[in-house]
C-alpha cells in the first residue's frame, strides 16, 4: 500500500457514523483517513422535542457506543431504560402462554435503552467532525462508484467527486451504492406500513416494551424518558395509509382498543410518520473495494426492534478487519480483505432476517393457527434456559459476538 489509505463511507445515517467513529478513533487512527458523504443535512438532536425515530438498542450496541466515547452523553441527555418485554397475543397482555423477559432473569440492569435517532446521529457526528483524520460532507448525493486496481472512485450528485481505497456503503435499504455496483438482493415487500408516533397515558409504562401481536402485524409500545411510549404499529398498507390520514380521536380510539388497555387509557398521541416494510439481503456484501452494511445488506421487520443493532455489529466487524488488515500491511480494500468481513456476519444476519420473518408469518397465519402458536409460546415461557437464551442474544451477548469484537 503507498500513501495514507481513506475509507469512504456513503451514508451518515447510525451504522455510517459509527463505522466512522470507529474508525476515526481505532487502532489505525494515525494510518488511515475517514471521508463520510451523506444526501441530506444531518438532524441536530434538541432536547425540548422527543424525536419520532427511536430505537431500542442492545447491550452489544451500548457498548460499541461506549468503546467510542459517547455513551455517557447520550445517557446523559436522554434515553429510557426498558427493564422488561411482554409479548402476546389476545386481548389479555397477562393470560397464561403471554411471554414475559425480564432483565432480573439474567441478572441484567435492564434489556437495552430506547434512545433517539437524532441523538445518536449528533454524538456519533461530533466525533467524527472532531477527529483530526474525519471528514463528513452532506448535500452530496452518490451517483456513480467505479472501482478500479488502486482504489474507488464516488461521483458525487452536484459536481465533485471522492476518492478512497475502500468503499463502506451505509446508504440504507435503498442504496445506490448497491444498484450502482448491480449488486443482487432477494427479498420481499411485506405489504405492512409501521406508523410511529408517541403516545400519552394514564397508567406507566412500567419501564416495559410491550408487544401485542394483532392479525395484521404487530403492536408495540416502548418506554420513553418522560412517560409516554413511542409506539411501532405494523399494519397492512391500506389500513395504516387510513390511519395515517386519521384526525388524533380516531387513532387514539383505534390504538386504545389494540393496546388491550396495558397503558390503561391514552390520553394523547404526536404526529406521525410511517414507514413501508420490506425484507431484503443482498447475496453479496462485498465487491471489489466495496462493502455493504447496516440496512444497505440486510433490511429486517422491526418486530423484534433489531435492525439497527445488526448494523452496529457491522459497523464493528467491519472495523475490525479494516484495522487488521492495515496493520498487516495488507490492502483493506482489497476483495479478500473484505470478504473476511461477509463472512464473519452474513450468516448471523440471515438467520435474523429468517427469525423475524417467519415470525411475522406465523402470527399474520389466520385463526386455525392460535393453538400453534399460544402452545410455542407457553413451552418458551415455560422454559427457562430457552428464554433465557433469547433474552442474552438479543442483548447482543452471544458467546460469538463477545469474542469476535474488543469491546
Ligand atoms: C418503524 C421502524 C422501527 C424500528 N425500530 C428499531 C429498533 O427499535 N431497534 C433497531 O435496532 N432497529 C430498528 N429499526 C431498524 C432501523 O431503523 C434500521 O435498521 C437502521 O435505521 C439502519 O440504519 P442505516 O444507517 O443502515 O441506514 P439508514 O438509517 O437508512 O441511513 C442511510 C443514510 O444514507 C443516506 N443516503 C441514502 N442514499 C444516499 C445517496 N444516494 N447518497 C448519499 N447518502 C445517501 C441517507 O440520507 C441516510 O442518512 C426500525 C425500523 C423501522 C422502519
Known amino acids: 500500500m503507498r500513501g495514507t489509505p481513506t475509507v469512504v463511507i456513503a451514508g451518515a445515517g447510525v451504522v455510517g457514523l459509527a463505522v466512522a467513529a470507529l474508525l476515526a478513533k481505532g487502532r489505525c487512527a494515525d494510518r488511515l483517513r475517514v471521508h463520510v458523504l451523506d444526501a441530506r443535512p444531518l438532524p441536530r438532536w434538541r432536547a425540548e422535542t422527543m424525536d419520532l425515530r427511536v430505537y431500542a438498542l442492545s447491550r452489544a450496541s451500548q457498548r460499541l457506543l461506549e468503546h467510542v466515547g459517547v455513551w455517557e452523553r447520550i445517557a446523559a441527555a436522554r434515553a429510557a431504560p426498558y427493564r422488561r418485554m411482554r409479548v402476546f397475543e389476545g386481548p389479555d397482555a397477562f393470560a397464561p402462554g403471554a411471554l414475559e423477559f425480564d432483565s432480573a432473569d439474567i441478572g441484567e440492569p435492564d434489556l437495552g435503552h430506547i434512545v433517539e435517532d437524532s441523538l445518536l446521529r449528533t454524538v456519533l457526528a461530533d466525533v467524527v467532525t472532531a477527529a483530526p483524520n474525519a471528514e463528513l460532507g452532506v448535500g452530496a448525493e452518490i451517483a456513480a462508484v467505479a472501482a478500479e486496481p488502486g482504489g474507488v472512485t464516488v461521483e458525487l450528485g452536484p459536481g465533485g467527486s471522492a476518492r478512497g481505497t475502500v468503499l463502506l456503503a451505509a446508504d440504507g435499504s435503498d442504496s445506490a451504492v448497491r444498484r450502482l455496483l448491480a449488486l443482487p438482493v432477494t427479498g420481499h415487500r411485506y405489504e405492512q406500513t409501521a406508523v410511529v408516533m408517541h403516545v400519552t397515558s394514564s397508567g406507566s409504562h412500567a419501564d416495559t416494551a410491550w408487544q401485542r401481536f394483532l392479525p395484521g402485524g404487530p403492536l408495540a409500545f416502548l418506554p420513553l424518558t418522560d412517560g409516554r411510549s413511542s409506539v411501532v404499529w405494523s399494519l397492512p398498507t391500506d389500513e395504516a395509509e387510513k390511519l395515517l390520514a386519521a384526525g388524533d380521536a380516531d387513532v387514539l380510539a383505534a390504538l386504545q382498543e389494540a393496546s388491550a388497555g396495558v397503558l390503561r387509557t391514552l390520553t394523547a398521541c404526536s404526529a406521525r410518520a410511517g414507514f413501508a416494510l420490506q425484507a431484503l439481503h443482498a447475496l453479496r456484501y462485498t465487491a471489489p473495494r466495496v462493502a455493504l452494511l447496516g440496512d444497505a445488506a440486510h433490511t429486517v421487520h422491526p418486530l423484534a426492534g433489531q435492525g439497527m443493532n445488526l448494523g452496529l455489529l457491522d459497523a464493528a ?76 442474544r438479543a442483548l447482543g451477548l452471544a458467546a460469538s459476538n463477545r469474542d469476535r469484537f474488543r469491546w
Do not use: T
Open 317 to 392: 466487524c467491519v472495523a475490525a478487519v479494516i484495522e487488521d488488515a492495515v496493520l498487516a500491511g495488507e490492502d483493506p480494500g482489497d476483495l479478500k480483505v473484505l470478504q473476511r468481513y461477509e463472512r464473519r456476519r452474513k450468516g448471523d444476519n440471515l438467520a435474523m432476517l429468517a427469525a423475524f420473518d417467519g415470525l411475522n408469518r406465523l402470527f399474520r397465519l389466520p385463526q386455525w393457527a392460535a393453538p400453534i402458536r399460544s402452545a410455542g409460546m407457553q413451552a418458551v415461557a415455560a422454559a427457562g434456559p430457552v428464554k433465557r437464551l433469547l433474552m442474552r
